[in-house]
């Protein structure tokens, strides 16, 4: 009878002890999950409206840039009216851009004169054309051009991929001859950026379950054996864990927030306002010399607006490293660098087989890419070497050049000698690798070059 008794009493403690931490362990996931999602979902609408934000100006600035080009033949009077459109169609059609960008031009009732890509559409009228969805889009285009310019959204051809993939087109309105010209860019891009970090955020909340449901597990068998007496304390610390991760999630997304909000609107900003005062002094200046040196300029700002803004898209997931790995990765960005810069670049490293978790992997090409990117900005150095390599289980990556150095204000201690970095770029990198578990390090001095070092232990990562 005291054999029945204990057992009773036994299965009676842990079921009052199990079943409500199960009952609070399944609505506090449930209310975590829920919020995760959510903040997934806003991050994901917050990214795709940003980066088709980004679309649109550079669709804008295209078509500006082309309608600058061609300017000076359509307000000559010199010219026949015949001489000045057959130069203007030959110049839009030898304008391109990227792999498939181009422009094209119709006149008002849609016949067409400008099509790189679809040469045997030239001459004929496209009135009517629809795309797969139905939209008769040359007469939305034809539209807005007439009313002063704006953006229209299709389904169209993508010339390297021959099938029907959303597009956004923007158009201007040549009045004195009753022609539209426009360009549009493709959004199957955006689309794949969203999923890279989808994909990022469902392995992130996969780990967090695995973690969450983890600790149930042994906070059920720790109660299992301590018994009654034992419940609440361990209910109460499975919260505590709960509550932690549920605000770990919330701060790695709302940082992420940030550094994507930053990293769109570091630089280029400026380098629109450049354009726009310089566009100003267009307008104002009277001398032809002056006006061709602001459009000059203007145009070199505008290229690296957009040179800005698709290396800040590429960062969101760095191509490379998907397709090639951390070590061609680097090694195609050095190349790349190499054909844009005369800087003298070296890459020496001996990791060739070692594999590293996803997050080290980009972290530590974003470092290297925000730090030659400063090199190249700010160094006006000659020569960098990157290095990579293995001190026991400790990988170094160190980023050295010749250049000017840094300022000792951007490069400031507190009171425990931690370093604190006023450049935005500096603090952002080493906050990631602290991330991974890594040690950053910045060292400069006037004249004498910069050195940055990143190390990690090879164990954990």
């Given at each position: 009878m005291g054999f029945v008794s204990n057992r009773r009493l036994s299965i009676n403690i842990i079921l009052l002890s199990i079943v409500p931490l199960i009952v609070v362990v399944a609505i506090v996931a449930s209310i975590l999950f829920s919020q995760a999602k959510q903040l997934v979902e806003e991050q994901v609408a917050l990214t795709r409206g940003n980066v088709l934000s980004v679309k649109k100006?550079?669709?804008?600035q295209y078509v500006e840039m082309a309608v600058k080009s061609i300017e000076p033949y359509y307000?000559?009077?010199?010219?026949?009216?015949?001489?000045?459109?057959q130069i203007v169609i030959e110049k839009l059609?030898?304008?391109t851009y990227g792999s498939d960008g181009y422009f094209f031009a119709y006149t008002w009732e849609g016949d067409a004169l400008v099509l790189p890509y679809q040469k045997e559409r030239i001459g004929k009228n496209w009135w009517e054309v629809e795309d797969v969805q139905g939209k008769k889009l040359l007469q939305e285009l034809i539209k807005v051009g007439r009313e002063g310019g704006g953006f229209v959204d299709y389904l169209w051809h993508k010339p390297s991929k021959k099938e029907p993939l959303p597009k956004l087109s923007y158009a201007v309105s040549l009045d004195k001859w009753q022609w539209m010209v426009g360009t549009g860019v493709y959004l199957d891009d955006i689309e794949t950026q969203v999923a890279h970090m989808q994909n990022g955020f469902d392995q992130n909340i996969g780990k967090t379950s695995t973690a969450l449901f983890g600790v149930m597990f042994v906070a059920v068998t720790v109660i299992a054996a301590l018994?009654?007496?034992?419940?609440?304390?361990?209910?109460?610390?499975?919260?505590q864990q709960l509550s932690i991760l549920n605000q770990q999630i919330i701060?790695?997304?709302?940082n992420e927030r940030q550094r994507v909000s930053r990293e769109l609107h570091d630089g280029v900003n400026q380098l629109l306002v450049a354009v726009k005062y310089r566009l100003d002094n267009v307008d104002k200046e009277k001398d032809d010399t002056k006006k061709a040196l602001e459009l000059d300029a203007s145009k070199d700002a505008m290229e690296q607006a957009i040179v800005e803004l698709r290396r800040i898209s590429k960062d969101l997931r760095p191509p490379q490293l998907d397709d090639l790995g951390l070590v061609a990765g680097i090694e195609a960005y050095i190349n790349q660098l190499r054909e844009r810069t005369q800087l003298e670049l070296v890459f020496e490293h001996d990791i060739e087989g070692e594999e590293f978790l996803p997050e080290v992997e980009t972290t530590l090409y974003r470092v290297v890419q925000e730090s030659l990117h400063?090199?190249?900005k700010h160094a006006n150095a000659q020569g960098v070497d990157v290095i990579?390599?293995?001190?026991?289980?400790t990988l170094i990556l160190t980023i050295s050049d010749d250049g000017i150095g840094m300022p000792a204000k951007s490069l400031k201690s507190n009171k425990r000698k931690q370093p604190i970095f006023e450049h935005m770029g500096l603090q952002n990198m080493k906050e990631r690798i602290q991330a991974i578990g890594g040690t950053f390090a910045v060292s400069s001095e006037q004249g004498e070059g910069t050195e940055v070092r990143v190390s990690l232990n090879m164990e954990f990562v």
């Open positions: 100006q550079e669709l804008k307000l000559d009077e010199s010219l026949t009216p015949a001489l000045a459109k059609s030898q304008l018994g009654a007496s034992l419940n609440l304390n361990v209910r109460r610390l499975a919260n701060d790695s997304q709302e400063n090199v190249e990579m390599q293995r001190e026991g289980r």
